[in-house]
Each structure stands twice: as structure tokens, then as C-alpha cells.
């Protein structure tokens, strides 16, 4: 297993959409493995493949306390979603830091393969609900900010971009330090 480079909005690579995974085998269950480990490493409760720069319609969420239940999602489909939503804070590891409202269904019945491409449904409500829409919107190429006002959206946007050009001048500083 390793730890995979989670994609940091506003990476134009996050806007990407997943294709449909079409074989199953080793390839999807070390990418499931990896993804798994890269999520609770973060620490998140659900990680799609996009954010990890792998454009596969792949999802994993795992909402439990003890980290024990992961849930596998493949080509998932929002089969239905009822007409009362709900406000939560939602965060994301690709903006890390960042919570703010986003409404959605609150109770949504989805359709998808598990890693060995076996179909199933799972109905769900309130934080299991809200992380299989969060992780499908990331699958097209949607990410949570795309939700609030574009003030919010660039005051976000801006504070990214800082907190990267402050990581790669450090990332520089340590090179350099390493090269004398």
C-alpha cells in the first residue's frame, strides 16, 4: 500500500470528469488499498479517485468512528434522492482547512459495483449521504467551494494559492539548505 499526492484546489486536474471503470481486478484493488490508506492518513472520511489524479469513476467513504467500515463505490449512480435537504459543514482533504454549508438531498438511494464488480444499492441519510454526493460530485469534476458565492469561492481560491507558494519556498529552502 502507499500514500498517494492528494490534488489541492484550485489544481485544474480536480475538474477533470471520471470515466467508468470498466476492468476489475488487482489494478482497482491496489488502487482501492491505496486510496483507503491515503484517506485515513489525511485524515477524511470518504477520498474519489479524481482527487488523487486517477479520472476513474471511483469512490471510498468510511464514516465510522473506528475507521473499520469502508464502503467501496464504482460507477455510482444516484438512483434517487428525496426532495428534502439538508445544511451541512462540509470539508474537503483537497482544500484542507475549509468547512463551510452546502445543502443536498438529505436522503439519496445509490447504485454501484464494489471492487470486484459486483452491483448493489445502498440507501443513506444525514454524513454517510452527504459524503457519496460530496465524493460523486469530485467524479464530475465538481468540488464543495463550487457552492458557495464566488466571493467565497476566490477568498478560498486566493488562500490555496498562498499556502502552496509558501510550502514549494519552503520545499526550495530545504533543497537548498541539502545542496551547501
Not at 470539508?91 to 452491483?119: F, M, N, T
Not at 458557495?148 to 502552496?164: F, G, Y
Amino acid at each position: 500500500m502507499a500514500i498517494l499526492n492528494i490534488l489541492r484546489y484550485p489544481d485544474a486536474r480536480l475538474h477533470k470528469v471520471a470515466k467508468p471503470v470498466t476492468e476489475f481486478g488487482e489494478r482497482i484493488k491496489k488502487l482501492v488499498a491505496d486510496m483507503a490508506e491515503t484517506m485515513y492518513d489525511a485524515p477524511g472520511v470518504g477520498l474519489a479517485a479524481s482527487q488523487v489524479d486517477v479520472h476513474e469513476q471511483l469512490l471510498i467513504v468510511d464514516i465510522s468512528e473506528t475507521k473499520d467500515e469502508l464502503r467501496v463505490f464504482i460507477n455510482p449512480q444516484i438512483v434517487w434522492a428525496s426532495a428534502e435537504k439538508q445544511v451541512y459543514d462540509e470539508g474537503c482533504l483537497s482544500v484542507p482547512g475549509i468547512y463551510d454549508g452546502v445543502e443536498r438531498p438529505a436522503q439519496i438511494k445509490v447504485s454501484a459495483l464494489d471492487a470486484d464488480g459486483k452491483p448493489f444499492e445502498l440507501s443513506a441519510d444525514g454524513l454517510m449521504a452527504v459524503c457519496i454526493q460530496h465524493e460523486m460530485d469530485h467524479l464530475m469534476g465538481k468540488v464543495f467551494v463550487e457552492y458557495l458565492s464566488p466571493l467565497k469561492r476566490n477568498r478560498i481560491k486566493a488562500k490555496m494559492l498562498k499556502e502552496e507558494r509558501g510550502m514549494e519556498r519552503e520545499a526550495a529552502l530545504r533543497a537548498a539548505g541539502r545542496r551547501h
